[in-house]
């Protein structure tokens, strides 16, 4: 439980998880029923590019800062920056939404956000960022147990949004019998699922494996900005999805060569697969 996601917060992998995280949002909410989110591993909520993390690993200059001040972005990009624009009222770009900030802002007054946190410090952060609602829960305990235990939701549909800090070397397998196990008790919500890109015949085996017990609609998108072997540390990331929304796959179309292109420090490229 060492990792801290402040290190790394706007980064090019924030880019394109919260993103596809908005249009997710955006998409439950074209429906007046009720939704639940639940985010396995939420974070500290909102985090300051002059905080001494931002500092020491500056990861945000080459991902939202790239995009800022893009005139005309396309429309998935478009619309993540303008909901980070709204924690930036000034223009400048110093705080930076995680995906409950983001999640709680878009949340209408029937749906309901679960966001658990194992780490002290960034659940206590939370609480005191998050709104004081009673749709909106902070659980200081373990993600993948709380898979078990707030799975299905009482709204009868939602967003569950897996993003595991990797800090084990079989977090990939863990997610993936997390997901299984999920499946049985909420197969027909919606699943946002964050993994770095590493080893691509990793991530092929686990969809694969995920392949053998799921029968729903898949969509994967692939990101990445360098190659390992210049920059020795994260140059990319995939997100795999459940029962992904209509439209998804067309928006991205559009915003994965412009990120890569916008985002790139030398050998950048994208993939989707829909299946």
Same mark, same amino acid.
């Given at each position: 439980?060492?990792?801290?996601?402040?290190?790394?917060?706007?980064?090019?992998?924030?880019?394109?998880?919260?993103?596809?995280?908005?249009?997710?949002?955006?998409?439950?909410?074209?429906?007046?029923?009720?939704?639940?989110?639940?985010?396995?591993?939420?974070?500290?909520?909102?985090?300051?590019?002059?905080?001494?993390?931002?500092?020491?690993?500056?990861?945000?200059?080459?991902?939202?800062?790239? /995009?800022?001040?893009? =005139?005309?972005? +396309?429309? !998935? *990009?478009?619309?993540? @920056?303008?909901?980070?624009?709204? #924690?930036? $009222?000034?223009?400048? /770009?110093?705080?930076? =939404?995680?995906? +409950?900030? !983001? *999640?709680?802002?878009? @949340?209408?007054?029937?749906?309901? #956000?679960? $966001?658990?946190?194992?780490?002290?410090?960034?659940?206590?952060?939370?609480?005191?960022?998050?709104?004081?609602?009673?749709?909106?829960?902070?659980?200081?305990?373990?993600?993948?147990?709380?898979?078990?235990?707030?799975?299905?939701?009482?709204?009868?549909?939602?967003?569950?949004?897996?993003?595991?800090?990797?800090?084990?070397?079989?977090?990939?397998?863990?997610?993936?019998?997390?997901?299984?196990?999920?499946?049985?008790?909420?197969?027909?919500?919606?699943?946002?699922?964050?993994?770095?890109?590493?080893?691509?015949?990793?991530?092929?085996?686990?969809?694969?494996?995920?392949?053998?017990?799921?029968?729903?609609?898949?969509?994967?998108?692939?990101?990445?900005?360098?190659?390992?072997?210049?920059?020795?540390?994260?140059?990319?990331?995939?997100?795999?999805?459940?029962?992904?929304?209509?439209?998804?796959?067309?928006?991205?179309?559009?915003?994965?060569?412009?990120?890569?292109?916008?985002?790139?420090?030398?050998?950048?490229?994208?993939?989707?697969?829909?299946?």
């Amino acid at each position: 439980m060492n990792y801290r996601h402040a290190f790394h917060a706007g980064n090019h992998a924030d880019v394109l998880k919260h993103a596809v995280l908005l249009y997710c949002l955006d998409a439950l909410k074209r429906k007046e029923t009720p939704f639940a989110v639940l985010d396995t591993h939420a974070g500290r909520g909102l985090y300051d590019f002059a905080g001494s993390e931002a500092e020491r690993s500056p990861e945000w200059r080459d991902g939202i800062a790239r /995009l800022w001040d893009w =005139p005309e972005p +396309p429309s !998935l *990009v478009a619309r993540y @920056l303008e909901a980070v624009r709204s #924690f930036n $009222a000034d223009g400048a /770009l110093r705080t930076y =939404p995680g995906s +409950p900030a !983001l *999640v709680t802002t878009n @949340l209408r007054d029937q749906d309901a #956000f679960m $966001a658990c946190e194992l780490h002290p410090e960034d659940a206590a952060a939370l609480r005191r960022t998050l709104p004081r609602k009673a749709n909106v829960q902070v659980h200081e305990r373990d993600g993948w147990e709380a898979l078990g235990a707030l799975l299905p939701p009482t709204q009868k549909r939602g967003l569950v949004l897996i993003d595991p800090p990797y800090e084990a070397t079989d977090e990939l397998e863990i997610s993936v019998e997390a997901l299984r196990a999920s499946m049985k008790r909420f197969a027909h919500g919606m699943y946002l699922w964050w993994r770095p890109l590493k080893s691509g015949a990793a991530l092929d085996a686990a969809d694969a494996e995920i392949s053998s017990f799921n029968d729903r609609d898949t969509l994967r998108a692939d990101l990445w900005v360098a190659t390992p072997q210049r920059e020795g540390k994260l140059v990319g990331s995939s997100v795999f999805l459940i029962n992904p929304p209509f439209g998804l796959k067309e928006v991205l179309k559009e915003a994965l060569p412009f990120l890569a292109d916008a985002l790139t420090k030398g050998q950048s490229g994208w993939k989707l697969r829909l299946n």
